[in-house]
C-alpha cells in the first residue's frame, strides 16, 4: 500500500475510531450525570440469548428480549412485538439519530479493524498480542481513569478460573480469525463466519442441557451452509487450510459464548470490566504462548517497520478499532432489542465484505454475491425462527 494512502486510511480511521470512544464515554457518563438519590440508573444488559457481553451472540435468557430498552441514559422504555420482528416505542428523533450513529460507528470500526489487520501483513500472533495489549490499555483509561463504570476485581478463585478459561478461548477465536484473514480475503473469511451459529448449536446440545434444539432452528442453518459454499466456490484464493482454520476460528467463538453464560450465571460482572479481564488476560496468554513457540518456530518481529509513523499509526488504529467495534456492540444492544441487534449484526458482514473487496481488489463473482446474500439471509432466518421458538416456550 502507498505511504499517502496508508496515511489517508490512518487519518480517516482515527476520527472514526476516536468518535466512537467518545461516544461511548459520553453514553456512561451521561447516565452516571443523570443519576439522583434513590433512583438507579446505572446501565445493565439487557437479558438476550441472541446478543449480548461483549459482541457475543447467545448469551442471557433463552431467546427472548427482556422487553426493555436502555434509553436516555438508562431509563427504560417497553419494547413492541411485532409479527416482524421486536421494535421499540419511539424515543424521538434525537435518539434515532445516535442510534444510527452508534451503528455507523460500530460497522466503521468493524471493517477498520478487519481490514487494517490483513493490510498490516503481521504474522496473526503478533498482530492478536498487539489488538490485546491495545484494549487492555483502552480498558483500563476507560475504567480507572474515566471512570465510565466501577472497577470491579475478580473476586474468587472460581473466577478467576473461569475469565481465564474464557480468555483462553477468546483469544484462540482471534488468532484463529486473524490467520484465517491472512490466508484468504475479507469477504470469504466473513461469510464462513455467518456459519458460526451451526457451532453455537451443536455445541449448546452437548454443554448446556437446558439449551432445546427444535427441528425448525436446524433446517434455518441450511440456508447458511450452502450460501458459504456458494461464496467458496469461485474463490481464487480458497485454501483447505483456511477453511478448517475458519471452523476452528467458529468452534472457538461459539465455545466463547457459551462460556461468558456460564460466567455471567454464577458472578456479577459488567461487560467493560469483563472484557477488560478477558484481553488482560488474554494478552498475558497470547504473549507466553508467543515467547515459548519463538524458541522453536522463530516469529520475525518487524521492529524497523515501527519506525514509520504511519505504519505505527496503522498498528494503533487496528488496536483501538479492535476494542470499538467490539465494545460498540453491547452499547448498541442497550439501546434496541435483541432481534433487531441480531438483524444488524448479521447486515454487517456483507458491508465488511464490500470494502474488503474496494480495498483489496478482490473480485466477487455472482456466485460469490450469491453465497453471500444466501448466508446473510440464513442468518436473519435462524434469528427469527429462535425468537419464535423462544416465545412458544414461555
Known sequence: MAKGSIMRCVTLTVLVCGSSILDTGAY?????????PGRDLRPRPPLSSLRGGFGIPGLGGKGKSDG??????????????????????????????????????????????????KGLGLHWSIVTLSQLVISSLCGFVGIRLFGIVPYKPIANADQLKQTSLLAAVFTMGFITLNSALGMMHVSLVMTLRATEPIFTLLLSVFLLKSEQVTFKMAMSLMPVVFGAALSSAESADFRIAGLIISVVCNIMFALRGILTKRLK????????????????????????CLAVSS?????????????????????????????????????VLSRIAAVSHSVCNSLR??????????????????????GIAMATLGTLLYSQVRLADGKSAE
Open 349 to 370: 458482514r456483507p458491508v465488511m465484505c464490500v470494502f474488503g473487496s474496494l480495498q483489496f481488489g478482490n473480485p466477487i463473482s455472482p456466485l460469490n454475491s450469491a
Open 68 to 117: 426493555l430498552s436502555l434509553r436516555n441514559g438508562g431509563e427504560k422504555s417497553p419494547v413492541k412485538s411485532t409479527a416482524g420482528g421486536v421494535t421499540t416505542q419511539s424515543g424521538g428523533f434525537r435518539d434515532k439519530i445516535e442510534l444510527g450513529v452508534l451503528i455507523f460507528l460500530w460497522y466503521a470500526t468493524s471493517v477498520v479493524c478487519t481490514n487494517s489487520t
Open 295 to 331: 524458541l522453536f518456530v522463530p516469529v520475525s518481529l518487524p521492529l524497523h517497520r515501527l519506525s514509520d509513523i504511519s505504519y505505527a499509526s496503522t498498528l494503533l488504529v487496528n488496536g483501538v478499532s479492535f476494542y470499538a467495534y467490539l465494545q460498540l456492540s453491547w452499547v
Open 265 to 288: 450465571a454464577s458472578h456479577t460482572v459488567d461487560n467493560f470490566n469483563l472484557f477488560f479481564q478477558v484481553c488482560f488476560l488474554g494478552a498475558l496468554f497470547q504473549g507466553a
Open 28 to 36: 456512561a457518563f451521561q447516565v452516571t450525570a443523570l443519576q439522583a
